[in-house]
């Protein structure tokens, strides 16, 4: 059987590394094309090279569209901008594109919707992680058993990180939001400051925090009259995102066109 062909889009980046790695250590995966935007330092730099391995024969490019001619499948940790664009491409190619992008905005996230329904088959989450996803699972059923219940999601990120809040801590509102039938947009609180009067109910709370080389803590909590219920997951290494990237490729794969989530790739919304 053939190898899939793989591109890594955001190669430079620290997950674009963990993803070389996470492909050039998979039987079933080869690495055909590295992706980076015009004028960053790893263009023209073997992407083994860049990800602390042995060389492997892939120089680092900005020239997308020629790279999709001879690949399967893009895993991209990008920007929304690039995504967006990368999303394009593989709807005309009929291409696997996972996508572990942050800080979409709704036009960007509804492009990509529309790539999925012109031909690519999209698997596109905050976070890659399947403990990750088993907890959105999790903070869905709470938030529905415990309706009246205050909901706060509190992150912490690497001072490096640039959009707020994370994708996964609004991946986990979203999940709370889902487990109470409201639109997370109508009823989040991203920013507490000065006089704001007591809680609103039914309001879901979001926390930021930022510093050091914090690959990625978050905590949910649902805090009643005489109880507080703690979620937590820390992540330790970003190897978890890589290969949760890779199962993603290897699951849409043999799936039809459209936009999928991390959760169908684990089989949690059957």
Aim: hydrophobic share 45%; net charge negative.
């Amino acid at each position: 059987m053939s190898r899939l062909r793989i591109i890594i889009a955001g190669a430079g980046g620290r997950m674009g590394q963990a993803n070389i790695r996470a492909v050039a250590a998979h039987p079933g995966l080869e690495l055909v094309g590295a992706l980076d935007r015009p004028g960053a330092a790893a263009l023209g730099k073997d992407a083994g090279g860049l990800a602390g391995i042995e060389p492997l024969g892939v120089t680092v490019s900005d020239n997308a569209e020629a790279l999709v001619e001879r690949a399967d499948a893009i895993i991209d940790f990008s920007a929304p901008s690039a995504s967006v664009a990368l999303a394009g491409l593989a709807a005309r190619r009929g291409l696997v594109h996972v996508i572990g992008t942050t800080g979409c905005l709704e036009a960007e996230d509804a492009a990509i919707a529309r790539a999925g329904a012109e031909g690519a088959r999209i698997v596109k989450s905050g976070n890659f992680s399947p403990g990750m996803v088993a907890l959105a699972v999790l903070v869905e059923k709470a938030a529905a058993a415990l309706p009246d219940y205050d909901v706060e999601v509190l992150e912490m990120h690497h001072n490096l990180k640039v959009d707020a809040p994370s994708g996964t801590a609004l991946m986990l509102g979203e999940a709370a939001a889902k487990g109470r039938h409201i639109a997370l947009k109508e009823h989040s609180v991203r920013v507490r400051d000065g006089h704001t009067g007591p809680r609103e109910a039914g309001t879901i709370g979001f926390a930021t925090l930022r510093g050091g080389n914090v690959i990625g803590d978050h905590m949910v909590i649902l805090a009643g009259p005489s109880e507080r219920i703690e979620l937590n997951h820390r992540a330790q290494d970003r190897t978890i995102y890589a290969n949760g990237a890779v199962r993603a490729v290897l699951w849409a794969s043999g799936q039809k066109p459209g936009l999928y989530s991390m959760a169908d790739v684990l089989g949690l919304n059957d």
